[in-house]
């Protein structure tokens, strides 16, 4: 869900509100504790089919929604793995995430995201 400024987003995972942003710190927020460095990789492969569909996006043009969910699915998960470890540590905000997307595998048949940013705790 965003804020109503739309600079970060709340994310509820565990019953507990966690606030995500690619910002270096939160408006209106003090940052009271720096817990270090989080991260999340999240490898997933696209199946047969699903190249298949792609190729023929390729080949006749226009988006291919089906590796976009992939994406999207890979994000998610990458995410939500950022967040559960930012809140091991006690945080309640996640600041500075930035997420890198990679193809590995054989001919780039898998996708790798990876997400990073630094856990803190904000009043």
């Known amino acids: 869900m965003m804020c ?10 565990n019953n507990k509100k966690m606030i995500t942003t690619t910002t270096p710190n ?4 003090n940052i009271e504790q720096y817990y270090g460095v ?8 696209a199946n047969f089919f699903k190249d298949i569909l792609g190729g023929l996006r ?3 043009g226009g988006r291919s929604g089906t590796y976009e969910k992939v994406l999207d699915e890979a994000k998610q ?15 309640n905000a996640v600041v500075g995430i930035d997420l890198d997307f990679e ?3 054989a001919n780039g048949s898998m996708l790798m995201v990876v997400a990073t940013g630094t856990a803190v705790r904000i009043n």
């Open 26 to 29: 939160i408006e209106g927020k």
């Open 103 to 105: 193809t590995v595998g």
């Open 77 to 91: 998960n990458a995410m939500q793995e950022l967040i559960q470890k930012a809140q091991s540590y006690g945080a």
């Open 58 to 60: 390729d080949f006749f």
């Open 4 to 13: 109503p400024d739309n600079s970060y987003y709340f994310y509820k995972l």
């Open 38 to 45: 989080v991260s999340a990789e999240v490898i997933i492969g």
